[in-house]
Nanobody, 115 residues
Framework: QVQLVESGGGLVQPGGSLRLSCAASGFIFSITVMGWYRQAPGKERELVARITGRGATTYADSVKGRFTISRDNTRNMVYLEMNSLKPEDAAVYYC?????????WGQGTLVTVSS
């Protein structure tokens, strides 16, 4: 049974940083492409970053240079380091297996960016 548990969200001021974590279980993590997504109120869920099993990464243009996705295949963890946060980064953040169906979503972790 696939499980994805996100954590690390919270309230941060503009310009601040957060590190999100996703604990994965129930599948062969080391060969699975993983993605971080976010959904802001009233908006569609969007891909933020993606990482292959070997660590190759891609990012949405809106977060390039500010966010870093990484993974630890020994711990079945994927991370999202978020720096220089902006109010428009506020959303619920989710991790997900990429290219695997049916899709499984965790409960997400809320990031609020406000002064």
């Amino acid at each position: 049974q696939v499980q994805l548990v996100e954590s690390g969200g919270g309230l941060v001021q503009p310009g601040g940083s957060l590190r999100l974590s996703c604990a994965a279980s129930g599948f062969i993590f080391s060969i699975t492409v993983m993605g971080w997504y976010r959904q802001a109120p009233g908006k569609e869920r969007e891909l933020v970053a993606r990482i292959t099993g070997r660590g190759a990464t891609t990012y949405a243009d809106s977060v390039k240079g500010r966010f870093t996705i990484s993974r630890d295949n020994t711990r079945n963890m994927v991370y999202l380091e978020m720096n220089s946060l902006k109010p428009e980064d506020a959303a619920v953040y989710y991790c997900k297996q990429e290219y695997i169906y049916p899709e499984v979503w965790g409960q997400g972790t809320l990031v609020t960016v406000s002064s």
